[in-house]
Structure formats: C-alpha cells, structure tokens
Nanobody
Framework: QVQLGESGGGLVQAGGSLTLSCVAS????????MGWFRQAPGKEREDVAQ????????LYAESVKGRFTISRDNAKNTVYLRMNSLSPDDTAVYYC????????????????WGQGTQVTVSS
C-alpha cells in the first residue's frame, strides 16, 4: 500500500524560499505522474504543480508559474517542490498526491494523498 510523506514546510518570510519533499513508500513512483496541491483555510483545494511520469512535462497553476518548480528523483522515490519568492498568499497546507493509473501525463486525477505539510509565509 502506497504511503506518501511530505516534509519541508515551515514558517518563512515573504520573498523567501522553501523546498518541499514527498517521499513515497510501498510503491515506486517510476511510472506515475505526481502532483502537489494546496489548501488554505476557507478556500478550495488548488492544484499547484504536476509532473508527468517520465518528467517530460510539467503543469503549474498560474499563480505559481515562474516561482515554483516541481521535479522528481526516481532513485530516491521523491518528488520535490521548490518554492521561490513566497508571499502570504502561498500560505496553505501542501499535499503530495499520485494517481491510480500509471504512465500518465498531466493533469492527474489524484487518488492517494499524503498528510500534508504546513507552509506559512509571513508578511
């Protein structure tokens, strides 16, 4: 059974950077597209960044395009989200997710979720 564990969140000042990590256990991510999503209090869940199974294609929300970078290291069974130029609007719980189907591109339909990691950006 696949388990996804996010880490790297924390408190950062506006303009700062954080790198989130998502480590999968119980299943290799080699053949799966992966994604990062976030949810802020009182708001709907938002797709942030996604990457195809082979890393060849990425998809970003307009609000993070040019600031965030999703990448994957299959040898480490890990997906990363590098977040630069953070603003208070980026404050949310960030979730890693993977789809049920493999060998897919983006966007994905999430089926498995991590527990999330809190990112708080102060002004």
């Amino acid at each position: 059974q696949v388990q996804l564990g996010e880490s790297g969140g924390g408190l950062v000042q506006a303009g700062g950077s954080l790198t989130l990590s998502c480590v999968a256990s119980g299943r290799s991510i080699n053949y799966y597209a992966m994604g990062w999503f976030r949810q802020a209090p009182g708001k709907e869940r938002e797709d942030v960044a996604q990457i195809s199974w082979n890393g060849g294609r990425t998809l970003y929300a307009e609000s993070v395009k040019g600031r965030f970078t999703i990448s994957r290291d299959n040898a480490k069974n890990t997906v990363y989200l590098r977040m630069n130029s953070l603003s208070p609007d980026d404050t949310a719980v960030y979730y890693c997710a993977m789809p049920r189907a493999y060998h897919t591109g983006v966007p994905i339909t999430p089926a498995f979720w991590g527990q999330g990691t809190q990112v708080t950006v102060s002004s």
